[in-house]
Each structure stands twice: as structure tokens, then as C-alpha cells.
């Protein structure tokens, strides 16, 4: 250790000792400052350090000097950047507009704008924008997929799908990728059957099958009642998560790429089993998403209502107390739990349960309906009679209100 301070202090002396000349030239040239600056800007930029890049773009900027029209315009470009991911939007669109002026049709820049009034979500100035850049590439229109991704990602799924119509009028065949994109804003709008129609697109041009694609149209196909033809999707689906399953298990270092929607894909395949009265299947696949941890919660509330439908009542018990617990559907459950009790002959605690319902109000109409039974195999006709009575009488008052 001393030998080393003494080496320091020795390199010190001759620092001290060195001639003005000497030590100028071990000093930066203005040139090597402005280069140790950009290329300290660009590494910040990599690695996502928007501080530190738009500090050393400052620092680039008070070199004017050494600076010509196209540097100059390509850090402002840089500071755009790191403004538009710190989400100064303001600050990034008059670097870029400084960018522009400095280069006019800087193409990176005017996507950069693009993306920039995507992310302030002012979706009008972004459609401008996509417009200008056409202007000025008319063979890139490429660009009104980049609008239609950047305005999904913002929430303006119909800006977004118009945006995907005038890709695919653009070009004589569009990708299966934009006719997916497509599909999947006309499901988010509520447009099943046009949804349905974009993603068999995506689905028909595919060179294989694409387990998010076929996840998106069941899912479209569900809502519209079809759901035979959802489980032939779904289908697919979950054979790729078991091939996916077994990979990994021989394979310890293989990492799988799963889309997380498609993760569901067993847990939604049961709804369809159950919707399509296939209950067996339903609880087969709700099991499977129990033993996953796959919308455990979730699947086990459906597989109880699945073994209550097939008067598996002890079953359904079980996942109706488990999810009572987890407070999942709760007032569902109290409802069930009763009919179970029902189902088994325990009448008394059937009414129990029915009574809590009419405290609660839930299922009001049917919770009477069903006390007025247990009440009848109690033995109990006047209470039955009452709750057979006042059952009809809330549906006649609901149906005159409605």
C-alpha cells in the first residue's frame, strides 16, 4: 500500500512538473469532447438512461461551434427521444420540430412525432402525422401499420383499425400479422363477427398455425354463441401449451415464449365446454387450471358450478366454500352453497342459506322459489305456500317495471 501512494504521489510531482505545452496536450481537443459527448449520449440512449443522454445532448448543443446542419439536426433527434420515453411530450415535439427544420423529411423524426402524439394519446395529430409522413414517402405505407399499432397500444381501437384497413388497401397482400392486429381491435370493439372474419384471414394466411391468432377468434366466436367452433381453436391452443409443457420438461434450459393470453386458453375452453352443456369436459379442463395456478380462483368457482349442474353436489360443496373464502363470487356462491343443501336433502340448511340470500338480496326471486320447496318437504306448507306466492309476486312487479 505505501509503495502505491508513493507511486501516485511520484506521478503527481510529474504532472506539477510538466511544461504548459506538455500538459495542453494531454487536455481534450474541443473536437474529442464533442465526440466523447455524442458517443456518451448514444451508450445512454442504449441503455435507457434518458438523464444522463439528455444531459451529454446538452453538453453536445453548447459546442455549437463544431456543429453542421446534420449533426446538429441528429441530436436533436437523440433529445426527442429520451424526451418522448421520459414522457415530456411537449419538450420532445419542439426537438424534433428544431430536428426538422434543421433536415427537412428527417424520416426518424417524423415517426418519432408519430409515436410521440400516440403516447400523449392526441390520436387526431397522429393520424395528421402519418398523412404528412406519406406525403413526403408515399411509397412507405408501411407507416398506417406503425399508426395502427401505436393507436391500439393507446386504447383508440377504432382509429387503430381504420388504420389497418388503408395498410391493407395499400398493398396488394397484406400480412396474416395485419389482418390479426385488425381482428383484434374489431374484438375489442364488440364487432365479433367482423373480428371473425380478419382473424380466419390472419388464421388462412399463416404458414403455420399461430396459437395467439386462433386464442383471439374463439374468443370473438364465444361471444357470438358458436362455441363448437371456439373449442376447435381453443383446441389447438392447448395442444401447443402441452407441446410447449413437454418441451421444458426435457429440455431444462429451454425458456418458453408463451403469450400470456394464451396462457388462458384451457380455463376458457372449459367456459365453452360448460356454455356447450359438456360438463365432464368443462371440469376437466377447470381442474387442469386449478393444478396450474392458471385463474385458479376463477376456475374453481366454474368447476363447482359445473359439478352442481351434474349433481356432483358433495364436489360442488367444496369449491363453493373454497371460493367463498378467497372472496371469489361471493353472493354466487352463497346462492350455489344453498342448492347444494338442496341437492343433498338438507333442507334446513338449504333454507338457511336461502334466507341469508333474501337479507342479502340475491337471486331474490329464486332464493324464495326454492325456500318455498324446501320449506314443502319440511313439512312446512303454510311458509311454502307464503314463499311459492311471494316468489310469483316479485316477477310480476320486476316485469311490469321492466
Not at 82 to 110: H, I, K, N, V
Request: glycine content about 6%.
Amino acid at each position: 500500500m505505501r509503495t502505491l501512494k508513493r507511486l501516485a504521489a511520484a506521478l503527481l510531482s510529474m504532472l506539477c512538473c510538466l511544461s504548459p505545452a506538455v500538459a495542453a496536450a494531454q487536455s481534450l481537443a474541443a473536437e474529442q469532447q464533442l465526440n466523447a459527448c455524442y458517443t456518451l449520449m448514444t451508450l445512454s440512449l442504449s441503455e435507457g438512461d434518458f438523464e444522463a443522454a439528455l444531459n451529454y445532448a446538452d453538453q453536445c448543443l453548447a459546442m455549437d461551434e463544431l456543429l453542421d446542419d446534420a449533426l446538429r439536426a441528429d441530436i436533436y433527434l437523440k433529445q426527442g427521444y429520451a424526451l418522448m420515453y421520459s414522457q415530456r411530450f411537449e419538450e420532445a415535439l419542439a426537438a424534433l420540430d428544431t430536428c426538422l427544420t434543421l433536415l427537412p423529411g428527417a424520416a426518424d423524426a417524423m415517426l418519432l412525432k408519430l409515436q410521440t402524439y400516440a403516447a400523449m394519446g392526441d390520436t387526431q395529430s397522429a393520424r395528421a402525422q402519418a398523412e404528412a409522413y406519406l406525403e413526403t414517402y408515399p411509397e412507405q405505407t408501411d407507416v398506417y401499420s406503425t399508426l395502427g399499432q401505436l393507436l391500439a397500444a393507446a386504447g383508440d381501437y377504432a382509429g387503430a383499425a381504420e388504420a389497418y384497413a388503408n395498410y391493407i388497401a395499400s398493398v396488394e397482400d397484406a400480412p396474416a400479422s395485419a389482418y390479426e392486429m385488425r381482428g383484434q381491435c374489431l374484438l375489442q370493439m364488440g364487432r365479433y363477427e367482423e373480428a371473425v372474419a380478419d382473424l380466419t384471414q390472419a388464421v388462412d394466411r399463416g404458414e403455420e398455425p399461430q396459437p395467439r391468432t386462433h386464442y383471439l377468434r374463439a374468443i370473438a366466436r364465444m361471444q357470438l354463441g358458436d362455441n363448437a367452433a371456439a373449442i376447435e381453436d381453443l383446441d389447438v391452443c392447448v395442444a401447443y401449451l402441452d407441446a410447449e409443457e413437454a418441451r421444458m420438461a426435457e429440455d431444462a434450459q429451454y425458456a418458453a415464449q408463451i403469450d400470456a393470453d394464451v396462457l388462458f386458453s384451457r380455463y376458457y375452453r372449459g367456459i365453452a365446454h360448460m356454455q356447450a352443456g359438456d360438463y365432464e369436459a368443462a371440469i376437466a379442463d377447470f381442474t387442469a387450471c386449478v393444478e396450474d395456478g392458471v385463474n385458479a380462483e376463477t376456475a374453481r368457482f366454474w368447476r363447482g358450478a359445473c359439478f352442481l349442474d351434474v349433481g356432483e353436489y358433495a364436489a360442488a360443496l367444496e369449491d363453493f366454500a373454497f371460493c367463498s373464502e378467497a372472496g371469489v363470487e361471493e353472493e354466487s356462491c352463497l346462492y350455489y352453497t344453498a342448492l347444494c343443501h338442496m341437492g343433498l336433502e338438507d333442507y334446513e340448511t338449504a333454507v338457511e342459506g336461502f334466507t341469508e340470500c333474501l337479507a342479502r338480496n340475491v337471486m331474490s326471486e329464486q332464493a324464495l322459489y326454492n325456500r318455498g320447496m324446501c320449506y314443502l318437504q319440511l313439512g312446512d306448507t303454510e311458509k311454502g305456500q307464503a314463499d311459492l306466492e311471494a316468489s310469483l309476486s316479485q316477477g310480476t312487479a320486476r316485469s311490469e317495471a321492466e
